[in-house]
């Protein structure tokens, strides 16, 4: 099977209009290999966990680590970013892990979905440990769900790939073609 057809196989179970497989160590770097998040963008990320990696792998733009999963959260670190819809950007990135951070939190996807979309957030879900099959994160109001693979399979893949999933609906669309 071609890397192709197990992207088409990956986008049909994680419910996405299209999903890709890039090899990355993890999450944040799958993120900052697609270069989707550019100069003059911002990024508030809830990944205490990886809080080093979003540190420091994302020079281009300014980065803010909340430290709660919560809409609030992400609201008080979007303050005074005027985000934009248009394809010239600036973009505001909202990523939060469906279970994770420290003590496996695991944040309201459907609140942070409605709040991002006030703010004008693209929004991104590492769902590697829930996975498509325990969290259909896509249709809880999110834009890319990335799944780091070699985790899913404990370590017996013989190379690190991430998934990246992207949503369907045209609201979310829009927003991510913009992007």
Not at 4 to 22: K, M, N, S, T, V
Not at 68 to 80: D, H, L
């Amino acid at each position: 099977m071609g890397v192709q057809q197990l992207e088409d196989a990956w986008a049909l179970r994680a419910g996405a209009r299209e999903a890709r497989l890039l090899a990355a160590s993890h999450v944040p770097a799958a993120l900052s290999l697609l270069g989707v998040v550019r100069p003059g963008d911002r990024l508030v990320a809830f990944a205490d966990d990886f809080a080093d990696a979003f540190s420091s792998g994302f020079d281009c733009c300014d980065v803010a680590l909340v430290g709660s999963p919560s809409a609030e959260a992400f609201a008080a670190a979007s303050e005074g970013f005027d985000a934009s819809f248009d394809a010239e950007g600036p973009h505001l990135w909202w990523f939060v892990n469906s279970i994770g951070g420290f003590g496996l939190r695991v944040p309201d996807l459907r609140a942070l979905g409605r709040a991002a979309r006030e703010a004008h957030a693209l929004f991104v879900v590492d769902n590697t440990v829930a996975s498509a099959f325990g969290c259909d994160s896509l249709r809880l109001g999110v834009a890319l769900s990335v799944e780091a693979l070699d985790r899913v399979c404990a370590g017996d893949a013989p190379r690190k790939l991430v998934a990246v999933s992207v949503a369907r609906s045209q609201l979310k669309r829009h927003r991510v073609d913009a992007a």
